[in-house]
C-alpha cells in the first residue's frame, strides 16, 4: 500500500520518468561480478555518473523546471556543484537564467560547470549551508524564486526514477544503498520502493564527519552539527532540511555512517574494478556496503553511483 502521509507522488515519478531528458534516463544498471566476490553480496550497480552533469541531479532539476511556473524571472539555488549544474542546465534549456550561491571553499571543477552551463555563481559563506542562507535571503529580498534541494517535492520525484528503473530488475532487491545529502535522493527512491519492492530495505548512507541527516532521522527532527567537514561535498550537510526529514520517516529504513578512510577506498575500488571516476559522496553506497557486508552477505544490494565531478589534483591524490 502507498503511504498517504507522504509528500511524494507516486504518478509524478512515472509522469517524471516520460519527460526528463533522456540522456539522464535509464542508465546503465548491471551486476558487477568482481566487486560482488569481494562483497560476498551480489552488487547491482546503477550508474548515474556518465552524462552532460557526471551526476543524477538532472533528473530532479529536469522535473522541477518541466513543473515550474513559467516565467522569465532568475531562478535562485545554492549548491556544493551538483545540483547547481542540474539546475543550471535544465534552466538553460527552457532558457531561464539561474542565479547560485556555493561556498567559498566549493570544489573549483563544479563551480566552473556550473559557470560554463550559464548560471551566475556567486562564492558566499565557508560552507554550503553558509551560502544556502545567502541564497536564501537574496532571494527573499529580490522576491525571486528559491529552489532548495530536498524541500522541493518534484525534485525528490524526478530522483524516484532511478527507483522506477532498478525495479525493472528482474529478481527481487534485498537493500538499496543511498548516499544522503538533502534528502531529495533517498526520498525519491524511498517513496517508489516501499510501494514496488517492499521487502526491499532503504538504507541511507552519511558520512561519519557529517552525520546531521542520520542524527535528524534518528529523532524525526532536524538536528543540525557544529561542523560537516568531509571529502564527501555532495553530502556534506550542516543544516538539514526539515521536510526532508519529515519525509525520511516514510522512506528510510536504516541509516549508517561510513568513514573518510572507507569512502576512499570505495572510489578507488569503483576506479580498479569498473574503470569509473567517482567523487566521495558518489561512492557513499559502496562504502556502506563494504561496512554491512556480514548483515548483506547473499542477497541482492542496490548502489547508486551517483557522481563523479573531481578536480584533477582530486583525481591525483585520491585515486592514483
Known sequence: M????????????????????PVFRDTPQFISESLSRRLGARLLCKVECVNPIRSFKGRGTAYFLHRAVPGGDPLVGASAGNFGQGLAYAARQRSRPVILFAATTANALKVQRMQALGADVRRVGDDFDAAKAAARAFAEANRLIFVEDGREPAIAEGAGTIALELCRWPESIGAVLVPVGNGALINGIGRWMKTHAPACRVIGVCAARAPSMADSWRVRQ???TASAETIADGIAVRVPVAEAVAEMAHTVDDMVLVSEERLLEAMRLLHQEMGLVVEPAGAAGLAAALDLRERLAGQLVAVPICGGNLTTEQLRSWLS
Open 2 to 21: 502507498a503511504d498517504s502521509s507522504s509528500c511524494l507522488s507516486l504518478d509524478r515519478i512515472r509522469e517524471a520518468a516520460t519527460v526528463i531528458d
Open 222 to 224: 532536524a538536528r543540525e
